[in-house]
Every structure is written in structure tokens, then in C-alpha cells.
């Protein structure tokens, strides 16, 4: 198999997982019947950037662990 078919592969794994981790949680908040009561709570809180802080953190966490454990498979031999 070549190298381009494995990253192939891999980018569907990761996109395909942040799909469902997003999409999935999404769907049921939006078929409960609290969703007003979210919005308000999100609109009437201060602004700050630590939602996006704590996002970015999240990404670059799971960047550093698939590139950790990219670096350990490659000395196992085959």
C-alpha cells in the first residue's frame, strides 16, 4: 500500500472521529428542550477568550499524541 493511501486513510479516521465528537453531542442537545435556557446563559455571561483557549489546548493535545504515537510505531520492525 503507498504512503498516500495510508495518510488517506488516516485524515478519513480523524476527520470521521471529529465528526461524530461533534456532531453527535450536538444532535442531542438540540432534541432536549433546554436549548433556550443554554442560550440565554451563554448570551448574559462576560466575554472572555478562554473558550477558545481551552479549545486550542484541546487540539493541540490531540495533535502532539497522534504525532507521539506516529514516532513510536516507526522503530518497531515489521
Do not use: D, H, Q, Y
Amino acid at each position: 500500500m503507498s504512503a498516500w493511501n495510508k495518510w488517506v486513510r488516516r485524515l478519513v479516521a480523524v476527520l470521521g472521529a471529529v465528526v461524530l465528537s461533534v456532531f453527535v453531542p450536538v444532535a442531542a442537545w438540540a432534541s432536549t428542550g433546554t436549548a433556550e435556557r443554554v442560550v440565554e446563559a451563554v448570551a448574559s455571561r462576560p466575554r472572555g477568550g478562554a473558550g477558545l483557549v481551552c479549545c486550542l489546548v484541546v487540539i493541540a493535545v490531540g495533535v502532539l499524541l497522534v504525532l507521539w504515537l506516529m514516532r513510536r510505531r516507526r522503530g518497531r520492525p515489521r
